[in-house]
C-alpha cells in the first residue's frame, strides 16, 4: 500500500517539479497568449533556444505543453486551458503569501496609473458603451488568439507612431499580459506623457479567463 501511495505522490510532484522554474513559468504565462514557436519563445522570454528547447521539454514530459509542426518549425501550445488557470492560481498565492513580491508587483505599477475602483464587470460595461477603451498592447498575434471584449489592438511596439488613432476623450485602460508584464506600463507612460487619461489593468487574457469571463478572438 506504501509504494502505491508513494506512486501516486510522486506523479503529482512530476506537475511540481515542471511548474519549480522561473523560467518554465515564464514560458506558460507566453503559452497562455497564444502557441508559439521554440524561436518565438526563447525571443520572448530572452533566453537562448537550446535552453528555450530543454524547459519545453520538461514541460511536455509533464503533459503541460503539446507540440505541432508548421514546416520546418515546431509550435508549442499549452495541453488545456486549465494549464492557465494553474499558472494563474500559482501566482495569486504567490502575490497573497509573499510579501517580497507584493513590493515587486508594487513597483512595476505607480498607484496612480493603476486602475482603481473599476470592477470587470464596470469595466465591461463601460467599454460597451464606449465611455472606456480597453487597449491590447501586446503583440498582434497574441491578439488575434484571444482578448478582451471590445478591446483595441495596437502592440506597444507601434503606439507611439499611431497615438493620432486614440481620441484623447475617452480614457484608456491598457493591458497586456498579466500582472508580471510591462508592456501596459509603458504604454500607460507614454499615453499619460502625450496627454490622454490611461490606466494600466494588471489582468490579462489568462486572469479574464480564470474569473469566468468571456473573452473574443479574431480568427
Not at 112 to 121: E, F, N, P, S
Request: charged fraction near 25%.
Amino acid at each position: 500500500m506504501r509504494e502505491i501511495k508513494n506512486h501516486l505522490y510522486e506523479q503529482v510532484a512530476r506537475i511540481g517539479k515542471a511548474v519549480a522554474s522561473p523560467k518554465r513559468l515564464e514560458l506558460i504565462e507566453l503559452l497562455c497568449q497564444c502557441e508559439k514557436t521554440v524561436e518565438m519563445l526563447a525571443a520572448q522570454a530572452e533566453i537562448s533556444i537550446k535552453l528555450a528547447s530543454a524547459h519545453l521539454k520538461e514541460l511536455r514530459q509533464a503533459r503541460l505543453v503539446d507540440t505541432s509542426r508548421d514546416g520546418k518549425y515546431v509550435v508549442y501550445r499549452l495541453a488545456n486551458p486549465s494549464v492557465a488557470d494553474l499558472w494563474v492560481n500559482l501566482r495569486t498565492q504567490a502575490q497573497e503569501r509573499l510579501v517580497e513580491l507584493q513590493l515587486a508587483l508594487n513597483g512595476i505599477v505607480e498607484h496612480q496609473d493603476a486602475l482603481q475602483g473599476m470592477d470587470q464587470a464596470t469595466l465591461l460595461k463601460k467599454a460597451t458603451s464606449g465611455e472606456v477603451l480597453i487597449l491590447d498592447v501586446r503583440p498582434l498575434e497574441e491578439y488575434d488568439a484571444a482578448h478582451l471584449p471590445h478591446a483595441r489592438s495596437i502592440p506597444v511596439s507601434e503606439l507611439k507612431k499611431r497615438l493620432a488613432e486614440l481620441p484623447k476623450d475617452v480614457p484608456i485602460v491598457a493591458y497586456c499580459r498579466g500582472p508580471f508584464c510591462l508592456m501596459a506600463r509603458d504604454a500607460v507612460a507614454l499615453l499619460r506623457k502625450k496627454g490622454h487619461r490611461a490606466q494600466h489593468l494588471s489582468d490579462g487574457v489568462a486572469e479574464w479567463r480564470a474569473r469566468g469571463l468571456p473573452v473574443e478572438t479574431t480568427t
